[in-house]
């Protein structure tokens, strides 16, 4: 059981935040295996923002900007809004040199500010016992006259009692939220951070759980400071056997610890030779639990969670079986694929994925910030991608791995894995219309990479109707349309017209083949602009190399198939880049400039510079190719000055020059031919005079003879 619970462990020590869009790409399909069956867990302060549901209604920290009363600029800012005028002679009464002289300097403020900022001068110059007398007369004034500085003075108080009577402290910090609460303005966010500093004082006096109440609310509501407040006092519990166990009969304080206990790695508090110490925590905690039957937890699911990660998956069947959350569903999918059960994680599967929400609020509450689609939704999406492919239900893996915006993956899918028959009706179902354009590697709309994924695959296949139709950029649809047009052109015409056409169709391969040809990922990596080499494998290592994916492989032997089906395996094949080599498309631009040298005059100056285009299009990527195109230059090239830097310094080809040597070689071959013919033609003519005298001279004798005969 042990050994079995560290390889587990160890499984899951590096904790992949998994965010799913083009701005964190995360691939699914490298280690398929250990995607199928590691159950990953949003990073801490994720977690810590779940474990309550924020109260309707509350500020946020977006909203208010918490923390910021101790920011000099920012208060003297909301001064000002309050007081007009008199915000400059607020700041002198703050600054005097006491009490009793910041209360004379301030005649003429209106009450509350002026008993306010007497307290505040007695306060910075340490007379606690005179600026609480002050904050207290704040809050004697009726509330209509204490609406600005009510939850100041208030707050103070709670500073005041922090360092000598916590209790007390406490309760002085939960009356702000209800100065608050009842119509007094709060633009620092003081009720918010109230609710921290009220923690601080319950966890002086002990109370554990009432200060995780307090955090878990500040963190619901995106402050910052609850959630770094949370992961120490997570830090706590699990460092006291005594605090661990009364954590386990604490609903909130129970979620606290499987959270951090989960997402351990994410905070970097436990590495590969911490191991020994998870596991005693962990196994520690599942036991403290009691009833691992999972009756009475409101939060079966993440206790579920944790039991999966920790390697005790009997207790995570029990406690999954009880929950009908997405999260529960989720393991199920887990623990049945680990049975070898296909139908039964693809039936789990599909629970969580309608269990989970498909988008969540983006930004950090401040305006408004819109939607993104939903990790945990993504992530199942994603792994039901990946177990399509498993089942060869190719068409579906792509709807799950598109769907989750798992782009890279599902670029794989789409020009590796689907034809391009089933990659038309994919697009048509799903990005019939134009997407939004951005510039390229924008990755801005899922739906415009599709199709422009799909038009440069089309234009790699010759389809170039059909490309056209998704080149949904203005820009890059015109040279798609040169491109598609030299192509056609080099089909028909003479030689020089091909030849030039030819040239054309390589200078466009060459310049702007990323955008018009190239692979979305491997070999060229447009989704990145080619910026980067191939980092993912997809499944497919290349000879010689391991697998390049994030997350290692389980340590336990699957049931099925983790890597790509045989099936998989001849489609990737077929829809292989010709070359299989990054930059596919330098190769294609410097065939096209050698048909083009093909076509012209071998002593031409087009010829060399045809040739040395095909070099330079290839010399850093593959010099041995390079070297083939010099050496045949070398052979029946004419000498050009630029010879020397072959391949660097092309000249342009001079094709009417070309036309005019065509012509000249043309001309002089009839000739050479008339020259070498003409004493043949010459026999030929006298032996054909002979032949006809010779036949006239035995017809003329046949006639006499046959005259002789009659007359006899």
Not at 30 to 40: I, K, M, Y
Not at 105 to 110: I, T, V, W
Not at 426 to 438: D, K, Q, R, W
Request: net charge negative; proline share 4%.
């Amino acid at each position: 059981m042990k050994k079995t619970l560290l390889a587990a462990l160890a499984l899951g020590i590096t904790l992949q935040a998994w965010a799913c869009g083009p701005d964190f790409p995360e691939n699914l399909l490298d280690h398929r295996g250990a995607t199928r069956t590691h159950l990953p867990a949003r990073g801490f302060a994720a977690e810590a923002a779940r474990l309550v549901p924020a109260p309707p209604g509350a500020a946020t920290a977006g909203s208010v900007g918490i923390g910021s009363h101790g920011d000099a600029e920012v208060r003297a800012g909301v001064e000002r809004d309050w007081l007009g005028d008199q915000a400059e002679l607020a700041q002198r009464v703050r600054e005097a040199d006491s009490g009793a002289a910041a209360w004379n300097l301030g005649a003429g403020l209106p009450v509350e500010a002026r008993r306010y900022l007497a307290g505040a001068a007695a306060f910075a110059q340490g007379a606690h016992d005179e600026a609480r007398q002050r904050f207290a007369s704040v809050l004697e004034l009726p509330a209509a006259e204490r609406r600005h500085y009510g939850p100041w003075a208030q707050y103070m108080l709670g500073r005041l009692l922090a360092d000598t009577a916590p209790a007390e402290a406490a309760a002085a910090f939960a009356q702000v939220r209800e100065l608050v609460a009842a119509g007094a303005d709060d633009p620092l966010g003081l009720a918010l951070d109230s609710q921290g500093e009220q923690a601080r004082q319950l966890l002086a006096t002990g109370d554990t759980a009432g200060a995780v109440r307090l955090y878990a609310e500040q963190a619901a509501r995106g402050s910052e400071l609850g959630w770094t407040s949370l992961l120490v006092v997570a830090r706590r519990i699990v460092a006291s056997d005594a605090e661990l166990d009364a954590a386990a009969h604490d609903a909130l304080s129970r979620k606290l610890v499987a959270a951090y206990l989960i997402t351990r790695g994410d905070v970097g508090d436990f590495d590969d030779e911490d191991a020994a110490t998870l596991e005693r925590v962990t196994l520690r905690f599942l036991a403290a639990l009691g009833h691992e039957d999972a009756s009475g937890f409101d939060d079966a699911s993440r206790l579920a969670a944790l039991a999966y990660r920790s390697g005790r998956y009997e207790v995570a069947a029990r406690l999954a079986a009880k929950g009908d959350d997405g999260l529960s569903a989720w393991v199920r999918a887990k623990l049945a694929l680990r049975a070898g059960d296909i139908a039964a994680a693809t039936q789990a599967y599909a629970v969580a994925a309608k269990a989970f929400p498909p988008t969540e609020p983006d930004g950090d509450g401040e305006g408004d910030a819109g939607v993104v689609p939903a990790v945990d939704y993504c992530r199942v999406r994603g792994e039901q991608g990946t177990l399509a492919l498993a089942r060869g239900e190719y068409l579906a893996a792509m709807d799950h791995l598109f769907h989750a915006n798992a782009w890279e993956d599902a670029a794989f899918v789409a020009e590796r894995v689907l034809t391009v028959e089933e990659l038309e009706d994919f697009v048509a179902h799903n990005a019939a219309a134009p997407g939004s354009i951005g510039g390229f590697e924008s990755g801005a709309d899922p739906v415009h990479q599709l199709r422009t994924l799909l038009a440069r695959r089309l234009l790699r296949a010759g389809q170039w109707d059909a490309a056209l139709a998704h080149f949904d950029d203005p820009q890059l649809r015109a040279k798609a349309q040169e491109y598609v047009a030299a192509r056609r052109a080099a089909e028909q015409g003479g030689r020089i017209e091909r030849a030039e056409a030819w040239y054309r169709a390589a200078e466009l391969a060459r310049n702007d083949g990323m955008e018009l040809l190239g692979y979305e990922v491997t070999p060229d990596m447009a989704t990145w602009g080619g910026s980067f080499p191939t980092v993912y494998d997809f499944g497919y290592p290349r000879a010689g190399e391991s697998a390049s994916g994030v997350g290692d492989e389980p340590a336990f032997k699957l049931p099925f198939a983790a890597g790509p089906t045989d099936a998989e395996r001849v489609r990737v094949t077929a829809s292989a880049a010709q070359p299989d080599r990054r930059f596919h498309y330098r190769y294609v631009a410097a065939e096209f400039a050698a048909r083009a040298a093909d076509l012209v005059p071998q002593r031409s100056q087009a010829y060399a510079a045809l040739l040395c285009s095909a070099t330079g299009y290839v010399l850093n990527d593959a010099p041995e190719l390079a070297r083939d195109y010099w050496r045949r230059y070398v052979k029946h090239g004419p000498y050009v000055p630029w010879a020397d830097d072959f391949g660097n310094q092309c000249l342009a080809p001079d094709f009417p020059g070309a036309a005019k040597r065509l012509h000249f070689e043309r001309v002089r071959a009839a000739k050479r031919l008339a020259r070498r013919a003409l004493p043949w033609a010459a026999g030929a003519l006298l032996l054909a005079l002979g032949a006809g005298a010779w036949w006239w001279q035995r017809r003329r004798r046949g006639s006499a003879a046959q005259g002789h005969v009659v007359a006899g």
